[in-house]
Nanobody
Framework: QLQLVESGGGLVQPGGSLRLSCAAS????????IGWFRQAPGKEREGVSC????????YYADSVKGRFTISRDNAKNTVFLQMNSLKPEDTAVYYC????????????????????WGQGTQVTVSS
């Protein structure tokens, strides 16, 4: 059974850091593009970052560029999202998702493209 499990969320003060993990079971992550999305209360789910399946090309939303870094560890079958300089507006449930198809700069942020989703992990940035 194909499964994605996120972890690493929590409560952090503004300016702090968290590292989210997305662990896969039942399939090999490096054959998939992996995206991170987030959804705050009352808002639509938005794309945060993505790492492509072939060359590891990375994409970021403008709101997180320079603060967040996505990476892949194939040996651990895990994708990470390092989040630095966190702001209160980063508060949301964060989801990882996997897509078998090629994704590019105009498609990575479309949630409908992704085939598999994790259950989400809460990130709260507050003093």
């Amino acid at each position: 059974q194909l499964q994605l499990v996120e972890s690493g969320g929590g409560l952090v003060q503004p300016g702090g850091s968290l590292r989210l993990s997305c662990a896969a079971s039942g399939f090999t992550l490096d054959y998939y593009a992996i995206g991170w999305f987030r959804q705050a209360p009352g808002k639509e789910r938005e794309g945060v970052s993505c790492i492509s399946r072939s060359f590891g090309t990375t994409y970021y939303a403008d709101s997180v560029k320079g603060r967040f870094t996505i990476s892949r560890d194939n040996a651990k079958n895990t994708v990470f999202l390092q989040m630095n300089s966190l702001k209160p507006e980063d508060t949301a449930v964060y989801y990882c998702a996997a897509d078998r198809g090629p994704l590019g700069p105009s498609s990575w942020y479309s949630a409908a493209r992704y085939d598999y989703w994790g259950q989400g992990t809460q990130v709260t940035v507050s003093s």
